[in-house]
């Protein structure tokens, strides 16, 4: 498991901004398990993390997720999405962070065999949410088709919690980062 420190740093070596002004300016960084490589898994075998500053004291939260989908579809880029999120309904059917603004994926052009093409980026609105799976899920399957999504329920209800109370205070828009595990030290 990795640390709040740990996450800024890699963040920061990158180049992205790591939010540190006031309270609840969230970052919500999502970590790729790096020793998968191009090959989808179909197991919740990354992170979601999520840290802020409340009455000038860190707070810090990392959860089991996938940043990879379950078929062969969309695979974000890793990369800092400034404001790419909101808080709004993912399918229409339940608050989630919904996607607003353009992210960089690769795609499986290879008749869906679970191999990604690295060297063919397409960018846009494609519908890559953040949100949860079941219960505590156990595959990926059809949970995601793109999205960042949650293993547990639980955990993803926190993060909502956290949204609302960022919203009130920062607006609603949210920049997600996804890094790879082998960028943290």
Sequence with gaps: MYTREQIEAAVKAKGYKYFENGDFNINIIGIRNSSTGQKLTNKF???LTVSYKEN???KFFIWL???DNGGGTARMV?????GSHHIGLHQGKYEALKQKAPVKVYRDFNLKDGIYDESKIESGVFGINIHKAGEDSSLVSDWSHGCQVFKRVKDFNALMTIAKK???LQGDSFTYTLIESKDIA
């Design 166 to 168: 960022a919203k009130t």
């Design 65 to 67: 997720a996938t940043t």
């Design 78 to 82: 890793p990369g800092q999405y400034p």
């Design 45 to 47: 075998d990354d992170w």
């Design 56 to 58: 000038g004291e860190w």
